[in-house]
């Protein structure tokens, strides 16, 4: 069985500190990794994506992949009060569908 | 522009019922998929496809059945309904594979089986 593994929190960062949210994945042929957001009651939406081992950032996040290690994680900056949702991570399976974590609930206090 | 549109949003069955779950896509996406989503959990695959005709199971596919006959349409069948299928359900479109395409989701099914 494939897993996709996230600490399910709640991580709980002040306004304007670094959110560091982590994934851990058992299948060594995965080749795309992806980070949803999804807000209480709603449907998840795509932050980023990574394929390659290394760093990729867009605005205030960051994801690092580190295919060796079968980790992946996203770093917010700056965290906001509207960034308090559930992160969820997702591992492609055969290139034909996503496998997703638990997902990490994060809580921004201002 | 309505994206991809699951109906009903809300519905509660007995053991035992059967019920189907639409969804309905317009971006001419080959992809769709049924992920569904108990409380506090992420998505667990149940059933995907690649394109009209072709179905495949997912992770969790016991319990529920799929057809695609044409591109637009990915209808969800739940047979004799148990309180384990208690959950929210989310249907899916990629107009490429998911690996290098975003999936877009519709607004979600809440089914509560009592």
């Known amino acids: 069985q494939k897993e996709v593994e996230q600490n399910s929190g709640p991580l709980s960062v002040p306004e304007g500190a670094i959110a560091s949210l982590n994934c851990t994945y058992s299948?060594?042929?995965?080749?795309?990794f992806f980070w949803y957001r999804q807000y209480s009651g709603k449907s998840p939406e795509l932050i980023m994506f990574?394929?390659?081992?290394g760093d990729k950032e867009d605005g205030r996040f960051t994801a690092q992949l580190n295919k060796a290690s079968q980790y992946v994680s996203l770093l917010i900056r700056d965290s906001q009060p509207s960034d308090s949702a559930t992160y969820l991570c997702a591992v492609n399976q055969a290139g034909t569908a996503l496998i997703f974590g638990k997902g990490t609930t994060l809580s921004v206090s201002s | 522009n309505a994206g991809v549109t699951q109906t009903p949003k809300f519905r509660i069955l007995k053991i035992g019922q059967s019920m189907t779950l639409q969804c309905a896509q317009d971006m001419n996406h080959n992809y769709m998929y049924w992920y569904r989503q108990d409380p506090g959990m992420g998505l667990k695959l149940i059933y995907y496809s690649v394109g009209a005709g072709i179905t495949d199971k997912g992770e969790v596919p016991n319990g529920y059945n799929v057809s695609r006959s044409t591109t637009e349409d990915f209808p969800l069948r739940l047979e004799l309904a148990a309180p384990s299928q208690t959950s929210v359900y989310f249907c899916?479109?990629?107009?490429?594979?998911?690996?290098?395409?975003?999936?877009?989701f519709g607004e979600g099914s809440r089914l509560t089986v009592l």
């Open positions: 990574i394929y390659s081992n």
């Open positions: 299948d060594r042929g995965s080749q795309s």
């Open positions: 899916a479109s990629s107009s490429r594979l998911p690996n290098t395409g975003e999936l877009f």
